[in-house]
């Protein structure tokens, strides 16, 4: 029964989204839609519902380390979100400022994840700042 139900949550969030992505095609929205669907779907099955309940989840672009894109397979049918050229542009630029800094300064510069942490956790771990230094493993 439980797997039935996830099922059924899979198979409503399909129905519900319209456009085609990856694995997910669609003959009446043939368009990658990231202006309208670049988002999570989430989805419960309340205690005594006949189905399940969906809710979505946007996703920033602007946060993106690599922003929607064309993926060079099949026909360029994509609906763009407005952020994403600007997110392209704020990223080769970037890679453009560090060229032959190599990768560990510019995956922080591309997608600073440590200024979405609590204040506690931006910092070092210890074993980090070992290795940095050249410490024995």
Do not use: K
Not at 6 to 22: F, I, K, Y
Not at 103 to 123: K, V
Request: aromatic share 6%; net charge negative; proline share 8%.
């Amino acid at each position: 029964p439980r797997m039935l139900a996830l099922a059924l949550c899979a198979a409503q969030g399909a129905l519900e989204r319209r456009e085609s992505r990856g694995a997910h095609a669609r003959e009446d929205y043939p368009a990658r839609n990231d202006r309208d669907w670049l988002r999570r779907t989430l989805a419960c099955w309340p205690t005594g519902g006949a189905a399940p309940v969906l809710e979505y989840e946007p996703i920033t672009v602007e946060h993106m380390e690599l922003p929607p894109g064309f993926r060079g397979y099949g026909t360029r049918n994509i609906v763009e979100h407005p952020a994403t050229a600007l997110r392209e542009a704020e990223i080769e630029s970037i890679r453009a400022r560090l060229e032959g800094a190599g990768g560990a300064p510019l995956q922080a510069a591309l997608l600073d994840f440590r200024m979405r942490l609590p204040e506690r956790y931006r910092g070092d771990n210890e074993r980090l700042a070992d290795i940095e230094e050249g410490a024995p493993r």
